[in-house]
Structures are given as structure tokens and as C-alpha cells.
């Protein structure tokens, strides 16, 4: 609701806003800090508490008289489902509103097998999972979906994906929506990951670049605490970035020079294997790394140098505070790492590399589902959200 000079006015959803850090807080609190009437304060903390989003606590210390109950994050009352599809595997998890898993599955999956097969193992370990959460008196708010490719965030719907034939503008969000009967969010995988990474690793940092390493290359741009997916949803598309020194290398996508076929785990698997060999996996060049392969070394170190001189730009052009490199590509640790710091710490400003963190993923191959329950709980708590269900009361 907005008032004619378009400001919101306050509302219950603005009060359960405050309330989702989990601090337990009073009605005389809650009155002191929104500046509503304590009696108007008791009628929305009883409209949250009838939702299931906020419970009692325990009581207040009291300085006098009858001591003042408190109230908090009901994390227990409802849940989402957060899917994370790979692409060999499909992950399936309910978390609760704190983004804490409360049951999960998996299982094996190409994703070429396409969005009817696929869809339908997502469906059948959400639905196990949820009878279970079901049981414990949890209600379904939303599901989050991250996918191995492009996504036009607004339908849901994967665009030309490189590695998913049969996907293309396939209506994910709607066939989940008709089966589990809510909202239903879809994004590309690192996003999701850069949500997953940021929320559990570094709260506290708003200016945040996650780099996915695998098959290919992509970011999860975060800036100001924001996820940034740019005007068709393709902001952070590292991977097509043209590098100088491979302009005689072609690109899957029919262009040359571009950095993902230079430096992504499929171009170091073709640039070591000899001619008797089988392709290499990035798995494949990670365990020469470990076993002390020199050619295998110097091409991750490389690979990381390609990578650290497109990221250059990235940190004059929206100065993030921390890149974390993240993906199959960073199990070879610090050998990718230095060459993406030696190349950026070469490059880019002093100014803007005096307090710049570049590390790897701290919660690793976690980040994707944690980040795909993120962006399901922020739709399911939204205002626009929580007015909704406050409105249903009294329908």
C-alpha cells in the first residue's frame, strides 16, 4: 500500500520484516522501534502468529510487574524446496525460513536426458521430502531452481542452453508451479551460487564477484547487496569475454578468443590429453595437479591468469570488495587462485585492490542449494508476499 506522494505506508509485513534477523523482541520493543501504537503492534504480531511466521518465546526479564512476552522468526512453520540441477545430477532439499536444511536427496541425472525427465526426478524427490517436512507441520511457501545455463529470470524459462538440448525456453517454472502449487523461482546456476556463497560464507560483504570455474565460466555479480542479472538476465557471462591470447581458439559459441575455451576445465582436459587418451574432466586435470604434474600445474596457473585478466575489468567496473573463484576448477586451489591474483594485483589499480579478498569457495559444492532456498525464501517473505497472506485472513 502507498500513500499518494508514493511512499509505503507501514504495514505488517514491514513489521515482520524486522523480525526476521531471529532476535526475540517484545510488543513494547516493536512499538518503540516502527512507531506504531502498541495496541496496532498486537494486532499484527497475532496476524503473523495465525500465518505461523512468528511465535512466542520465552518472557521478557521483567523490571516490575508482569513480565512482557517476546516474539520471533517462527522457523519452524513453514518451508521452500530448493533444487539444484547439474549437469549430471539433480539435488533436492527442504530448508526452513532460516535457509537451514531440514531433509534433502539426490540422485544421478544428465541433463541432456531433457526437462521431462529431469522435471520429473526434481518432482518425485520434492514430493518424498516434503511428506516428511509435511509430518513435522511445515507448509510449502516457494521452490528455487538454479539451472546449468542461461535463464530469463522473469519466465523461468532456460534461453538457447549450451549443455541442456531439448531445454530451450522450456516453461520450468510452470511445470513445477502445477505440480507443487507455489511460486516457483528460476535462475542460472551461478547466481544461485553467489547467493548460496554470500549468504552462508559472507553476510557481511555487499560487493561480492563468484566465479564458476567447470565446464564453463560465469559470475554472480552481487553489488550493494544486491543480485545484479542485468537487462535480459546474462550480466556475469565471464566466459565469452574475448582474451587476446586465444584468438585462434574456437569457442563453442562459434566465436575465437573467447576465455572459456581457453581456460575453463573442458580446455585444460583438451590442452593435456595426448593422443592415446580419452577427453579429460576437470576432475582429470585436478588429480594431476595433486600428483605434482608440471604441465597440468602451469596450465591451471595459466588458466587462472586468462581468468584474472577479464576479472581486471570486472573490479574497475563495479569494484567488489571479494571474488571468490568457486566451481569444479578450484579443487586445484591455490595454483588457480595465483594466477587469477597475480594478474588482477598486476593490472588493476592499487586503490582498487587495497583491501580486495580473492579466495576460494568457502561451502563449495553447498553453495548451489543453499543459494536456490536464498532465492525461494526472499519471494516467499517478501512484503508484497506476507501482505498477501495477512490479506487471506480475512477472506
Known sequence: MTDISGHRDSNTSDLFQIMRDGQPRTRSELAQTTGLARSTVALRIDALMRLGLLRPVSDAISTGGRPSTQFSLNAAGHSVLAVDVGASHVRVAVIDLTGTVIAEGSDRLDIAEGPVAVLALVTTLGTELLKRAASRGRTLLAVGVGLPGPVEHATGRPINPPIMPGWDRYDVAGTLGAHFGVPV??????NIMALGERRLAWPEVDDLLFVKVATGIG????????????????????????????????????????????????????????????????LDVIERVRQ????????????GRDIGEVLTTCVSLINPSTIVIGGSLSAA??????????????????????????????????????????LAIEHALSNERVDAMVSSLSE
Open 333 to 374: 586451489g591455490e595454483f588457480l587462485i595465483a594466477g587469477v591474483r597475480e594478474a588482477i594485483y598486476t593490472r588493476a589499480t592499487p586503490f582498487a585492490t587495497q583491501h580486495l579478498e580473492i579466495t576460494r569457495s568457502r561451502i563449495g559444492a553447498d553453495a548451489a542449494i543453499a543459494g536456490a532456498g536464498v
Open 185 to 190: 523461482l528460476v535462475d542460472n546456476d551461478v
Open 219 to 282: 559470475a554472480g555479480v552481487i553489488s550493494g547487496g544486491t543480485l545484479r542479472r542485468g537487462a535480459q538476465g546474462t550480466a556475469g557471462d565471464l566466459g565469452h569475454v574475448y582474451v587476446p591470447r586465444g584468438e585462434e581458439i574456437y569457442c563453442r559459441c562459434g566465436n575465437r578468443g573467447c576465455l572459456e575455451a581457453l581456460a575453463s576445465g573442458a580446455a585444460l582436459g583438451r590442452m593435456l590429453q595426448t593422443d592415446a587418451e580419452s577427453p579429460l574432466s576437470s
Open 292 to 303: 605434482g604434474d608440471i604441465d597440468a600445474i602451469q596450465a591451471v596457473r595459466q588458466a
